[in-house]
């Protein structure tokens, strides 16, 4: 049986596996954070890139939609593999972040 790819959400620090229905891309899009938001909270960020990795959405979709430099979304999904779910919080980020990325940060601001 073809089962619809696999993403995840967060409960508090737990990562929960979920199904997209596959039925409709549009129902799945609205399942997303909104496309202004400005408060990036881990769970709208590790939200994203599930939908990135489940197909839903390209990478450049992504960045489009929700007005991220490609920079930024490449970093949230490193940060994701490599430190899971916690290592997208921005209080974290400075500890996660490999020194020259923190470097090249600091200077683009």
């Known amino acids: 049986m073809n089962q619809p790819p696999a993403a995840f ?11 997209l229905s596959g039925e409709s891309r549009e129902k799945d899009l609205e399942k ?13 960020k590790a939200q994203v890139v599930a939908a990135v990795r489940s197909g839903l959405l390209t990478f450049e979709e992504a960045c489009e939609r929700y007005r991220l430099s490609e920079e930024e979304f490449r970093s949230w999904i490193n940060l994701l593999d490599r430190h899971g ?10 500890k996660y972040r490999p020194a020259e ?3 090249a940060h600091a200077a683009a601001e």
């Open 101 to 103: 990325e923190r470097h």
């Open 9 to 19: 959400t967060t409960v508090g620090e737990q990562v929960k596996i979920v199904r």
């Open 32 to 44: 997303l954070p909104p496309t202004n938001t400005k408060r990036w909270v881990t769970r709208r």
């Open 85 to 94: 779910v916690r290592g997208l919080r921005a209080t974290q980020m400075q």
